[in-house]
């Protein structure tokens, strides 16, 4: 049997949570090749992206991919994230979700762009990983947002 | 609108990848009096469940708690444990998995035992949190058990 991923399964549940609790889920990914977006979206290598209900639309997280479709600046673009690029998946309120480690490509096209469409973060607003925000006050209990090597 | 925790939904995800990997999902519980377990299965205030379907039958995980009932030295018994005693929940066969930060009840009741019910797993031969086995050779994008604070 194929070595299986808790990656994919792990995404799913935070973004059912963040359904769930009211809140927004972002995805932040490290792009390269095999990583369809935007390319006028990507800052640093990374773009961070809503997939809440209301900004996509056919979402689908399977174990090799998110996919969905989305409009960037009132186009409808499709967006296809391989599992492996995906550096982190956490609810825009607070922060709270999970950082997946993820070898960063060589030379990422870095074109620095600010976007208002609905299906993706302007980078200098959002709390981009690799230093995603904590919850203020962490209960015992709370998992937090956490980097997985 | 309550705090949801993201904990049951990562619970729920690592048991479903364990099923769908061929692993045996278990379940590490620090017990205290709002847990129902077999009393003389508990070891060092702890037990380990097996929650896989082979052992269990009813098996419900939702935000509040996992229940089952289970054999335990042939005689079916409930098991109710709330979220907030799940230690960690991990595939027997690699250790992957997520671990969680439980507070220890002040004077657990410890009675050391041996069990050989299919859904109880020795504390002797089980690698029991808090120091969960790491699997063997991690590759970048897997996910190890990492302990959430």
Redesign the interface.
């Known amino acids: 049997?194929a070595?299986?991923?808790?990656?994919p399964?792990?995404i799913?549940?935070?973004n059912?949570?963040c359904t769930?609790?009211?809140f927004t889920p972002y995805v932040a990914v490290a792009v390269d090749e095999t990583v369809r977006v935007p390319g006028e979206f990507v800052a640093n290598g990374e773009i961070v992206l809503n997939i809440s209900a209301l900004a996509t639309s056919r979402l689908l997280i399977d174990n090799e991919a998110i996919s969905f479709q989305a409009r960037f600046g009132g186009v409808p673009r499709e967006v296809y994230v391989p599992?492996?690029r995906v550096i982190a998946v956490y609810a825009r309120e607070n922060g709270?979700?999970?950082a997946?480690?993820?070898?960063r490509a060589m030379s990422a096209p870095a074109p620095v762009a600010v976007a208002s469409a609905p299906a993706i973060v302007p980078p200098a607003d959002s709390p981009a990983p690799p230093e995603p925000p904590r919850p203020p006050k962490?209960s015992?209990?709370?998992?937090?947002l956490?980097r997985?090597?």
């Open positions: 049997m070595e299986v991923s808790t990656k399964y792990l799913r549940a935070i059912e949570w769930d609790a009211g599992m492996g709270q979700g999970m997946f480690e993820v070898p962490p015992v209990d709370r998992p937090k956490t997985i090597k």
